[in-house]
């Protein structure tokens, strides 16, 4: 990260704000010319530093109003491996995010469900019954807030 030049740094934050503008919009809305922030992006890609687009879909206008988060304990971790549960939990659906963690929870998940009834059906006849599943805490996400993070 201390190998980015300021330019570097705002052709991230603006990229991070909205993935789809072009190398020609980039560089107007820097003042840098297209040909130069166009190599600089290239540069980014290459070295890894930029490692894809995603896009930011609206779960609520496709009807998915509820997204909670769950932290999840394994109840025994040498009798179920990570491979076995990480596939099962991963091909759930309506899971958007897994992310293993060190702390009191193994894993943090972000579940995306229509309602309260429909998470707690999910919650019950999916997540509950995964290989070692132990320990589960639910939060219901009430607002959020995205940062562009520390460029």
Not at 13 to 29: C, K
Not at 86 to 91: D, L, P, S, Y
Not at 95 to 106: L, P, T
Request: glycine share 8%; charged share 30%; aromatic share 4%.
């Amino acid at each position: 990260m201390s190998d980015l030049d300021p330019t570097d740094r705002a052709i991230l934050r603006a990229l991070a704000e909205d993935a789809t503008l072009t190398s020609a919009a980039l560089g107007r809305r820097l003042g840098v010319p297209q040909p130069q922030v166009w190599r600089r992006i290239k540069a980014l890609e290459d070295s890894g530093v930029l490692a894809g687009a995603w896009v930011d879909l609206d779960l609520e206008r496709l009807g998915l109003g509820v997204t909670v988060f769950l932290g999840l304990k394994l109840a025994i971790k040498g009798r179920v491996s990570l491979e076995d549960f990480e596939r099962a939990v991963t091909a759930i659906p309506e899971v958007i995010e897994v992310h293993h963690v060190v702390g009191h929870y193994d894993y943090r998940l972000r579940i995306a469900a229509r309602d309260l009834p429909d998470f707690e059906r999910l919650l019950r006849r999916r997540i509950m019954t995964l290989p070692g599943m132990g320990e589960v805490e639910a939060n219901v996400l009430l607002s959020e807030e995205r940062l562009p993070g520390p460029l």
